[in-house]
DNA sequence: TCTCGCACCTA
DNA sequence: CTAGGTGCGAG
């Protein structure tokens, strides 16, 4: 994506190794990967393990399964280099996000404080009026799509948005959706998130 | 636009 | 209890 503004140097692309890793073979099959731990931030001070962005631009996430012999150590993922392993790569277009600071739309900021469990205290305690679905149906503008609704998706948006606060300041990806036409691309969520088969990119 | 301290909350 | 994830609002 093209900035109007100053052209800015993208940093270069980190990779995130899985805490986890490495999965077996049984593992990778059955288990259900999870990346809730990444670390998002804007923040170029360099910390282990944290993918860093910039705001205000637009991303999109991608999974490699890089091989690994029995007992052969795990590299320092700083220091991997994907053009010498044996990997298969993996992109999934509905977990696009766009890297904020500050929502770009209040409709984002209700849907998390409705759905996300670490901001019950923001909820409104009985208001049942002030919830971010009948704030749509006032909305005479960009309604949102039904699909916003299905949980596959609310569960894609908390992921995709993450903010790590504390210890680096202001570290932070959101969602972002502005205008009508944002809005279009969450409606084209694919809303079997879960069971949808992996699409293999090209190799870089 | 971004950073920070805060109350409030989960795990 | 601790560690740390929330949005908020002042700056």
């Known amino acids: 994506m093209v900035s109007s503004r100053k052209a800015e140097p993208s940093p270069m692309a980190r990779l995130y190794m899985h805490p986890d ?29 944290h993918l860093i962005l910039n705001s205000m631009h637009k991303y999109q996430p991608r999974v490699h399964i890089v091989r690994r012999e029995k007992n052969e150590p795990i590299d320092d993922p700083l220091m ?86 504390k210890q680096n300041p202001s570290l932070l990806s959101r969602l972002f959706f502005s205008s009508p036409l944002s809005l279009e691309s969450v409606h084209s969520l694919s809303p079997s998130i879960p069971q949808s088969s ?3 990119s090209k190799t870089p």
């Open 21 to 49: 890793s490495p999965f077996t073979h049984d593992q990778l099959q059955k288990q259900v990967i999870s990346f809730e731990k990444a670390k998002l931030t804007n923040n170029d001070v360099e910390k282990t393990n």
């Open 80 to 165: 991997i280099r994907l053009s010498d392993e044996s990997y298969r790569s993996f992109v999934f277009p509905e977990t696009q996000f766009m890297a904020v600071t500050a929502y770009q739309n209040q409709l984002i900021t209700k849907l998390k404080i409705e759905k996300n469990p670490f901001a019950k205290g923001f909820r409104d305690p009985g208001g049942r009026d002030s919830d971010y679905e009948s704030d749509l149906r006032m909305d005479s503008r960009p309604l949102v799509p039904p699909s916003l609704y299905n949980p596959a998706l609310l569960q894609q948006a908390l992921l995709t948005q993450y903010w790590l606060g």
């Open 198 to 200: 992996p699409s293999p």
